[in-house]
């Protein structure tokens, strides 16, 4: 399988099984033994298609659980020295109900770098990606810098990974890397 398929198989099991609030998909189950392949599948095609930019090595991480499958499914392409919780990077987000993702440059969520990020999401607004979680922890919407939505099926690749990059050599920016 390449990227792409792994990549329409995570939006195919969110929309099997969108995020409903208060009701968690436990990590032992054996249906979502597929999004957990998927995911692992997506995470090494990009750690092997975007392992470098500038001779500067990025690793990829994929959400994983640890008793309950996140909501927001992810996989992150970090510089050296960013963590999730804790960074600057490129983030594949995708939507809860399974339309497709949401990439682009991020902040963490959790500890604000103060990048000019772009407000998606204020109050109720309904989004065509939304890769808010039902819990306060769980807002990546307004943590992008330069949000680009993608949607399933994903026909054209070349303008996904030109994206990536670039949002890739943007996190390098922002890092002063």
């Known amino acids: 399988m390449n990227f792409l398929d792994y990549f329409h198989a995570v939006c195919e ?16 189950d054996a249906e979502i033994i597929s999004v957990k392949d998927a995911l692992n ?3 090494e095609k990009l750690q092997q298609q975007y392992k470098e930019i500038n001779n500067i090595p990025f690793t990829v991480v994929a959400s994983r ?3 309950n499958l996140p ?31 949401l990439v682009g440059c991020v902040e963490s969520k959790v500890t604000s770098k ?8 204020t109050g109720s607004t ?10 306060g922890r769980t807002k990546y919407n307004n943590v992008f810098v330069n949000p680009v939505e993608f949607y399933y099926p994903v026909d054209e ?3 996904l990974d030109e994206h990536i990059q670039e949002s890739m050599k943007l996190s390098l920016l922002f890092l002063d890397l």
């Open 71 to 101: 909501n927001v499914l992810y996989a992150c392409i970090l510089p050296p020295g960013q963590l999730v919780r804790n960074g600057i990077y490129t983030a594949i987000c995708f939507d809860i109900l399974g339309r497709g993702a």
């Open 126 to 135: 309904l989004l065509s990606i939304d890769v808010d979680g039902s819990s």
């Open 41 to 43: 599948g997506l995470r």
């Open 13 to 28: 099991f969110r929309q099997l099984h969108p995020v409903v609030k208060n009701v968690a998909l436990r990590t032992n």
């Open 157 to 159: 690749i070349k303008i």
């Open 114 to 121: 103060g990048l000019k990020t772009v407000q998606r999401k």
């Open 65 to 67: 659980g640890i008793m």
